[in-house]
């Protein structure tokens, strides 16, 4: 149990929907990271928030977007859903300073 | 971005150790290599990472070339546990806590009883 958690782990919807991951990251890390892996491109880095600003991102779609809460507990929002957004997206988390990242379970998401 | 080159798959016997490849032609100076793994149907974990010197943790052993070119990650005696898709990552080395990871796709570890 890496003490990372994420709701739900398992979701399905249909295209054209909006859904929110949830993310919790370990007590007392600073940053939160999240992550798309699907099957044909591996792990792909989306977006990273440091205490609440947003500090790196990836390949993150304009259709999607996430913010970090005062308590550290951070949403990803993705809308207007696709086929291709079919996914395991997984939140880690760091320390402020640590080199560690630290992974969650992921949520499934099948977008019918 | 610099990237890294592992093998697709790679197939191993209980008990034996393992050597995994990893080449970083584009390294950067101050990058950091570092490795995770994936059990299947598990987020990844992490696993060793260093800089120059060759680095021992309870999990690994990392071996870097000393042009830091390429890197090895050595499994001393390989457990059917270990069998999970092992990604070699740069850290970009930016200032403050940016801490982005460029990950390839990493090699499938399979472990024979």
């Known amino acids: 149990d890496s003490g990372v958690t994420q709701t739900p782990k398992h979701l399905i919807t249909a295209t054209g929907q909006r859904v929110t991951l949830r993310c919790s990251p370990r007590?007392?890390?600073?940053?939160v990271y999240w992550y798309q892996q699907s099957l044909d491109q591996g792990l792909q880095f989306l977006i990273q928030y440091y205490n609440g600003e947003e500090r790196a991102k990836g390949n993150i779609l304009e259709r999607f977007s996430a913010q970090q809460f005062p308590d550290l507990h951070s949403e990803l929002n993705l809308s207007s859903l696709e086929l291709g957004d079919s996914a395991l997206y997984f939140c880690?988390?760091?320390?402020?300073?640590?080199?560690?990242?630290?992974f969650g379970p992921g949520t499934r998401l099948l977008v019918l | 971005d610099a990237k890294t080159t592992q093998p697709n798959s790679m197939e191993s016997n209980e008990e034996e150790p393992v050597h995994l490849p990893c080449n970083h032609s584009?390294?950067?100076?101050?990058?950091?290599i570092h490795w995770y793994r994936q059990l299947p149907s598990q987020g990844p974990e992490y696993v060793i990472h260093g800089l120059t010197s060759n680095v021992n943790n309870r999990m690994a052993s990392l071996a870097i070339a000393e042009d830091r070119k390429s890197s090895t990650l050595i499994l001393h005696r390989a457990t059917l546990r270990d069998a999970a898709v092992y990604y070699c990552?740069?850290?970009?080395?930016?200032?403050?806590?940016?801490?982005?990871?460029?990950w390839g796709l990493g090699t499938s570890l399979a472990v024979n009883p």
């Open positions: 007590s007392g890390d600073l940053s």
């Open positions: 990552i740069l850290r970009e080395n930016n200032a403050g806590n940016n801490r982005k990871l460029i």
């Open positions: 584009t390294i950067s100076g101050t990058d950091y």
């Open positions: 880690a988390s760091s320390a402020g300073t640590e080199e560690t990242q630290y």
